[in-house]
């Protein structure tokens, strides 16, 4: 019973793990400059970092996505990712989020 109870548990955090994100199997893809990237190399595409390790890479969402109070507007970087959210009047004046989530690409 406890060998299944350890299996059970193991099979949920794998697929917890990849719910907010992707893992390849094959070769990691190219770097900006038209290199392959390497195992061990780290980078980011969009709001996603990914890693590449030998036999494959994986990404996953690096900001959360979060729902705010009415009157405030989110804040986004120049790839379009989350950063947090201000009173719609008050640029200074951040809000604390009602609830967050990450999202898978």
Known sequence: MANLVYVTLLVA??????????????????????RPHQPGDTWQEGCYRCDCWGGGYGCNQWLPTCSYPEGCVKVYDD???EL?????????????????????K
Request: charged share 15%; hydrophobic share 40%.
């Open 79 to 81: 790839n379009g990712c």
């Open 13 to 34: 955090s794998v697929l917890l793990a990849n719910v907010n994100g992707f893992t390849v199997q094959g070769p990691c893809p190219d770097d900006e400059n038209g």
């Open 84 to 104: 947090m959210a201000v009173m719609e009047n008050q640029a200074d004046a951040v809000c604390d989020p009602i609830s967050c989530w990450m999202v898978g």
